[in-house]
């Protein structure tokens, strides 16, 4: 999938109004973010960018923040360039090691994960993919049935295939993101993860303990129905992708379904939840 990137310049001090820009951003489509010394970095791909008008979405921001921005074009062989200078092995709760092929194992952490990311989305080290992690190293999966949405490069249903899970499904409506999680179950000797190309329409007619959604707000409110139809009674959902501030909305249309709040955590107000069906 090719993308675009919109560069932002944003002056110093204004950081709430970067941060409702951002979250303005992300409800249009925009689904990975970079901060840098001069502002930040937006990314959505090509299909989306191709229906967004830029300038009537970016034109309310222009009376309360000083931003400039340029845009370029990403082309789909791009990315393997940047995910491979860029990509730093990640440790998450003193427990799991991620690294990407070319790094060196460290045998001395109890779970290790091998991620070769290439054009897909979930290494871990944005904040949201580590907090649903987070969630996942305290939970005991031995035996348990797990659903991975939006999995990108499957590195959620592979950490739960580590923590004892023997029955995943992944899926991801991305045919890259398709690819490169058969490939990383491969890597990671966790081939009986099953990866689906598609979205909720693809979810088989099964019952699940776990049901995972790292994606974005207006992706989960529209799918939690279909999460709560799959989810087991006592089963647990860990959503994450959004914002502090949609977690009042997502919270209400999960209890629709009887889904009810567990945990949440925080990070540069990112968030994640843990939710438990009645």
Known sequence: MNYYEFVFKIEQGEEVYRDLLIHSLGEAGFDTFEETDSG???YVSEGLAEGLDEEILLNPFRQTLAFSYEKNFIPQKNWNEVWESNFEPLIIGDQCYVRATFHQARP???IEIIIDP???FGTGHHQ???MVMEFLLAIDFSGKSVLDMGCGTGILAILAAKRGANDITAIDYDPVCYESTLENVALNQASFIKALCGSKEVIPDAVYDVV???INRNI???QI?????VLKPGGTLILSGFYDEDCEVLLQKAAEF????SEKRLTDNWASLKLLKD
């Open 40 to 42: 930040f970095n937006a």
């Open 225 to 229: 129905e279909s999460y709560a139809n």
């Open 108 to 110: 001395e952490f109890p």
């Open 258 to 261: 009887g889904i009810q709040f």
């Open 118 to 120: 290439k054009m897909s």
């Open 220 to 222: 989960l409110l529209d």
């Open 212 to 214: 995972l959604a790292n």
């Open 128 to 130: 949201t993919t580590a």
